[in-house]
């Protein structure tokens, strides 16, 4: 696809648009093909859709996604290959011969055109009421082949019941177009397994285990399908009319805190290119709203820090010191709802390892329906919590029942970055030209140190931070504090940090070799998970798991679409706002000190920190009954 | 109920019903050496019998090229197409020519075992083919040092489908043996490079295989004068419908419909569907034609329709048939076919325009040249040839209705 | 399902499994040999098979529903499977159709009360020259009339 300037390319496109060549598998050397009229050499091996998206040339797709295996199922994406007898998909045709190619022949766009008019036969479509609207990867396709009419009829009546009985995930088979996109996310991407094609022929369509509704399966809510879905047969469960209510009712006392990975990512919903952090312009834009305070949830990542990096080094003592041999080690971290209830199903019989820690959306919740109503002096009873987050497994997470430490339903919504994006549209504001304001005490703002848990590695990083600090009396050994390690989108990152000259009271981790691990997405927790079983982790510390491909960042929340570029992209937004923060280190966030120093008073993992900040978990198991 | 023994009547034709001794085929072929066998089958014409007619020297071969250390021959026995019924002829009567094919496939391009799938219907004959390859064992044309040839040891398994005509597809197969959802694979890759299990594999028709044992024993000039230039060699048709004599038949290459309808004595025929639901219908008007890769390509079936019949009935139980067997993986078959049969339901109501079934015969050319396997490939050919073969009769009297379209 | 019943379920997958292997190549045999012995995969025998070969329970249900001869739901003890393509069309399948409905009093899809039979139809069975033709359980009959077809039912129990 040619970018001219000044031409806005929808969302939904932008996944298409390959600047750099992608690590092309070859088995050596290049050739030279055709396509149209132009003469291009490409590695052997280059898909035609490659070949064709280095040249600028536009080739359009539907089952194709970046981040998955090729299908080749929807056949839209189908040219002409000369000297053969039927027309070939681009995304799963290999270069191995000096072929001529064509994309645009009477028979290509006739196909192309059949195959569009068959899916919107099916397509149970309510464009004007849907949430993909305008962000909808077979409305484009129908506008770009000027689809003006049924050729074959249009479905009038829903086929199948939608499912709405996930607190995260709602799945709504008549939108479906059998791209198996969620299919390949769920299997292979996620390895988590939920669902699959079932039936066959006109019968076939996306399913769980028997048909089962999706809160009865071993579904993580990770949302990932949702990032993929070209249509809204897959969408969040939009808690935004709830939150319009309470926002409405004078009576209520509306407070919301945004996680930095919305912040990161929010733009895109408005048009603006991935890359862009919108934090103060955010805060602005919540408060004309009707929030009536916006928090920073980088306060309870900091907070996270103080209590799990606790936890971690009261382990270790036990460990080294008292020779405790039931003392788990390494702690896994447990900010991810997806990851804690991905080991809450697979690996039961491994909580002991998780941190006790409650996320830092849950502890925020649980303070500010303590702490912060008591410091301003409102009665619980009246607040509603409000969570920004990239994730959709947040929107379970707030629903446990056992999170309700503060009395009440901690946190009462989990919001994701798309639905704050519809609610910020809906009042009427662009958020892009909205000025920049700070977050509200008594939490303000927070060290970049919690800023960083967006990306996968971040938590790991912030840890790192403070526990090298509080053991040593030293910053990290690293330039710039940034620990290089922990960067990056390698699945499974392992590194090590040598503990020496410690300081009296940790003493006893002189000379230890601080190892640690750090993997994102489920399908590499379970690579971890296994070496774990292997007792390949032994002598690791510490592992970070975040459910989502590239951590919080490629969250299930986060806009449509999503691809390696975009989550680099917002990784970047990510660190280069933390790089301009003062305080980078979350025990000297003033802030975390504060709250030690009036609130939770017998500190870090203290009795009243263990109430609200800590949590248990549940031994699901696969089995579904 | 069907046994080996009720079936096992006298049959004769000119290359698979013609005298043949157990073994001969694979002592042959062991003489012969892999290039001569490659040579032979070559020079022979040959080419694939389950309908797509891909020459099987060069499959072979590509194969045989290949330095895996593990190769696999399939034989493809899912026989589903509707109307054919020869590979049950073959299992039943002429086990050792299929199985000796397999073991020459196995010998020329080094491969250690072979498979061969059978579809769940005839699960009724695993067990005696099953004790048929205990026997070879016997005879030693399975096993280790097959007939004392030091290093060549080839084993076969038989494994069964659980009902869907699609896994017929060869990479369908493979999946099927692999343990997934019968859903053809994008190709290429093609099977002889990446096959079962990712291995270099030969799949062939149980008829392709059949014949392998005659070829290399007469030659393969002997198999080229029969036939025809470009369709060598003779034939299996299954032949059923309006006929005295329904069976399978062996004629060479060449054969007219005429011809082939006077031996089974059909009278009064109207209509002749070749090759199955996913075949062509042809009128009275085009019995002259000739079966043969350059005229009539067939895998065998021949479903005869007298004067009697209904056409769009007709084309209705084989549009059902697609709805029900696409593996419902790709947008054209899966959706297409519904449409195609909609299409027919209206034409039985009257209740079409002519925009609308040109339309649809529209998409019926982009079914043939979009989806993604030989099914849906070919699903609306008997749509686009009923419809066009049979106007009068389906038309004749319709095209009233204006309501829909 | 009692305890013992999914003991004994358990430890015959198991068996299967070491028969047939761990790998995935295996799977259809062994859905094929649970089919054929208890007539159906329960949603016990799907997840077992599952954790067996260390692949999710959907996959399992997903190859099930995708293949006409392996079922998920409970069916009769002998499954009848009569050739609706058009040759048996031709030679006279609609009056085996009616009669083995009126004499089983069930429809096409549906199992008998006693759970002695399941009516399903079933694509071409390659007995195209000898239709009508019906499978029984594994058996197949043809050339077909009514009265042939109707004590075939009978005699199985």
């Not at chain 1, 050729?151 to 939608?162: D, K």
């Not at chain 1, 499912?163 to 996310?185: E, F, G």
């Not at chain 1, 590194?495 to 940790?506: G, M, P, R």
């Amino acid at each position: 696809m040619v970018k001219r300037e000044n031409e806005r390319i929808p969302v939904s496109q932008q996944a298409h648009i390959v600047d750099k060549p992608k690590d092309l598998t070859t088995i050596g050397g290049t050739i030279s093909v055709q396509i149209n009229e132009k003469k291009i050499t490409v590695p052997l091996g280059t898909t035609i859709l490659e070949a064709c998206q280095l040249n600028q040339i536009h080739i359009p797709t539907l089952c194709h996604h970046p981040d998955l295996c090729i299908a080749g199922v929807c056949r839209v994406c189908v040219v002409d290959v000369e000297g053969m007898r039927t027309l070939q998909t681009a995304c799963s045709f290999p270069i191995t011969s000096p072929i001529k190619i064509s994309t645009s022949t009477q028979m290509v766009r006739k196909a192309r055109r059949h195959i569009i008019d068959l899916l919107l036969s099916e397509h149970y479509g309510e464009c004007y009421s849907c949430f993909r609207n305008g962000n909808c990867e077979l409305q484009n396709l129908a506008k770009e082949y000027g689809v003006d009419n049924y050729t074959f009829g249009h479905v009038e009546t829903p086929r199948y019941e939608v499912d709405n009985s996930s607190a995260a995930v709602i799945r709504d088979m008549n939108k479906c177009v059998l791209c198996k996109r969620c299919v390949r996310t769920c299997i292979d991407l996620q390895e988590v397994g939920v669902l699959e094609a079932i039936n066959r022929g006109h019968e076939t369509h996306v399913g769980t285990f028997l048909d089962k509704p999706l809160a009865d399966v071993v579904c993580i809510n990770c949302g990932q399908c949702i990032n993929r879905c070209p249509t809204a047969a897959l969408r969040a469960n939009d808690p935004s009319d709830e939150i319009w209510a309470a926002i409405d009712d004078p009576k209520k006392h509306v407070v919301i805190q945004t996680a930095p990975s919305p912040r990161a990512a929010i733009g895109e919903e408005f048009g603006i290119e991935p890359g862009k952090s919108f934090t103060g312009e955010l805060n602005t834009a919540l408060r004309r709203i009707g929030f009536d305070r916006v928090f920073d949830t980088n306060f309870t990542a900091d907070l996270t820090i103080m209590e799990e990096g606790t936890e971690l080094l009261t382990r270790l003592k036990k460990a080294l010191v008292d020779k405790d041999q039931s003392v788990k080690l390494p702690q896994f971290t447990s900010c991810s709802p997806g990851w804690v209830k991905y080991i809450e199903h697979f690996y039961p019989e491994f909580l002991d390892y998780l941190s006790s820690a409650k996320s830092p959306q849950q502890m925020f919740g649980a303070l500010i329906k303590t702490f912060y109503a008591q410091e301003a002096k409102i009665d619980p009873v009246d607040i509603i919590t409000v969570a920004l987050m990239p994730c959709a497994a947040k929107k379970f997470e707030c629903n446990r029942p056992e999170m309700v430490d503060s009395g009440f339903k901690d946190v009462d919504y989990g919001l994701t970055t798309r639905e704050m994006a519809k609610m910020i549209r809906e009042a009427g504001i662009f958020l892009p030209e909205m000025p920049k304001s700070q977050f509200d005490d008594p939490f303000g703002d927070a060290s970049g140190a919690g800023l960083i848990f967006g990306a996968t590695g971040g938590v790991m990083e912030a840890a790192l931070r403070t526990a090298y600090e509080l053991v040593t009396g030293r910053e990290v050994p690293f330039k710039n504090l940034i620990i290089e390690p922990c960067r990056g989108f390698e699945g499974v990152k392992q590194a090590s940090v040598k503990l020496e000259n410690c300081v009296e009271q940790y003493k006893f981790l002189e000379g230890v070799d601080l190892k640690f691990v750090v993997a994102h997405g489920t399908a590499n927790a379970k690579i971890v998970m296994e070496m774990l079983k292997k007792g390949e982790l032994n002598d690791v510390h510490f592992v970070e798991i975040m459910a989502c491909p590239g951590g919080c960042l490629g969250g299930g929340g986060q806009p449509i679409p999503t691809s390696a570029e975009i989550r680099a992209k917002r990784a970047e937004a990510i660190y280069e706002e933390e790089a301009s923060l003062p305080i980078r280190k979350s025990h000297e966030n003033p802030h975390v000190n504060y709250i030690y120093e009036k609130f939770l008073t017998d500190g870090p993992c203290g009795k009243l920190s263990h109430k609200l900040l800590h949590t248990h978990y549940t031994k699901r198991g696969k089995y579904i009954s | 109920m069907e046994s080996i023994k009720t079936l096992n009547k006298k049959r004769s034709g000119p290359v698979l019903f013609s005298e043949y001794k157990l073994g001969e085929g694979v002592k042959k072929a062991l003489e012969l050496g892999r290039e001569n066998i490659l040579f032979e089958l070559k020079g022979s014409g040959l080419k694939g019998r389950g309908g797509a007619g891909f020459p099987t020297a060069t499959k072979w071969m590509l194969t045989a090229a290949s330095n895996s250390d593990k190769k696999f021959i399939v034989c493809n026995a899912d026989e589903g197409e509707p109307g054919t019924f020869k590979d049950r002829v073959l299992l039943l009567e002429y086990p050792e020519l299929v199985f000796e094919g397999m073991i020459i496939a196995g010998y020329t391009i080094g491969a250690k075992n072979g498979i061969l799938y059978l579809r769940g219907e005839y699960e009724y004959m695993l067990k005696s083919l099953e004790d048929y390859l205990e026997s070879l064992r016997e005879d030693n044309l399975l096993g280790n040092t097959i007939l004392g040839k030091k290093d060549f040891n080839f084993d076969i398994n038989i494994r069964l489908g659980s009902g869907a005509y699609v896994c017929g597809e060869e990479t369908a197969l493979i999946e099927s043996l692999e343990g997934y959802r019968g859903e053809p694979r994008n190709r290429p890759p093609y099977p002889v490079n990446t096959g079962y299990l990712g291995h270099p594999t030969v799949v062939n028709n149980v008829e392709t295989l059949a014949s392998v044992p005659h070829i290399l024993l007469k030659g393969g000039d002997w198999f080229r004068k029969h036939g025809t230039d470009k369709s060598t060699g003779s034939k299996l048709f299954s032949v059923s419908g309006d006929c005295e004599k329904p069976g399978v038949y062996e004629l060479p290459w060449g054969t007219s419909i005429n011809e082939l309808l006077e031996l089974v004595g059909a009278k009064n025929t109207k209509a002749v569907q070749v090759g199955g639901a996913s075949g062509m219908c042809l009128p009275k008007s085009q019995f002259h034609r000739v079966l043969g890769y350059e005229d009539v390509a067939t895998g065998g079936s021949i479903m005869i329709f007298n004067e009697s019949r209904n056409m769009l009935k007709v084309l209705k139980n084989f549009m059902k048939f697609f709805v029900e067997e696409s593996c419902g993986q790709c947008t054209p078959c899966r959706i297409g076919n519904t449409k195609l049969l909609e299409a027919v339901e209206k034409i039985e109501k009257d209740d079409f325009t002519f925009l609308y079934i040109n339309n649809l015969k529209e998409l019926g050319r982009t079914m043939q040249v979009a989806s993604k396997c030989g099914l849906g490939q070919s699903s609306p050919n008997s749509f686009i040839s009923i419809l066009e073969n049979f106007k009068e009769e389906i038309f004749g009297s319709k095209g009233k209705g204006r309501k829909n379209g | 399902m009692l305890v013992l019943e999914k003991n004994a379920l358990s430890e015959e997958i198991e068996s299967l499994v070491n028969q047939f292997g761990k790998d995935r190549s295996a799977l259809l045999q062994i859905l094929q040999a649970i089919q054929r012995k208890h007539k159906h995969i329960s949603d016990f025998a799907q997840q077992e098979v599952a954790r067996m070969m260390d692949i999710h329970p959907v996959e399992v249900n997903s190859v099930i529903s995708f293949y006409a001869f392996l079922y998920s739901v409970p069916k009769g003890r002998n499954i009848v499977r009569l050739c609706q393509t058009i040759s048996c069309d031709m030679y006279g399948k609609e009056k085996i159709e009616e009669a083995v409905q009126r004499e089983l009093g069930i429809s096409f899809g549906e199992t008998t009360k006693d759970k002695r039979i399941t009516l399903e139809y079933t694509n071409c069975l390659g007995m195209c020259d000898q239709g009508p033709a019906m499978l029984v359980n594994e058996k197949v009959y043809t050339k077909l009339d009514p009265e042939t077809a109707i004590n075939i039912l009978n005699a199985i129990k």
